[in-house]
């Protein structure tokens, strides 16, 4: 079954520190480069970060880059987002999936962001 389920996300003061989690099936995971999207209120759905099959090279939105780090368990089929310094700007329902053309079309339920000023 193909499935992504999103998880670790909350209520956090700005400034503060979230880890998400996206387990994924193996069809899905496998071999493919991994990324995180946002969705904020009122917005399209944007990309936050991508990482390789095997974990090496990672790349992040400007809005992001300095403060969330991308990682990824290749034995567990779960992807990672550290964010650091949040603001509250990145509020928003946070996503994953595979990149490109290889997206998905039935996306996760993803995980909930708020971040208070």
């Known amino acids: 079954q193909v499935q992504l389920v999103e998880s670790g996300g909350g209520l956090v003061q700005a400034g503060g520190s979230l880890r998400l989690s996206c387990a994924a099936s193996g069809s899905i995971f496998s071999f493919n480069a991994m990324g995180w999207y946002r969705q904020a209120p009122g917005k399209q759905r944007e990309w936050v970060a991508t990482?390789?099959?095997?974990?090496?090279?990672?790349n992040y939105a400007d809005s992001v880059k300095g403060r969330f780090s991308i990682s990824r368990d290749n034995a567990k089929f779960t992807v990672y987002l550290q964010m650091n310094s949040l603001k509250p700007e990145d509020t928003a329902v946070y996503y994953c999936?595979?990149?490109?053309?290889?997206?998905?079309?039935?996306w996760g339920q993803g995980t909930q962001v708020t971040v208070s000023s």
């Open positions: 990482i390789s099959s095997g974990g090496s090279s990672t």
């Open positions: 999936n595979r990149v490109g053309l290889l997206v998905v079309p039935a």
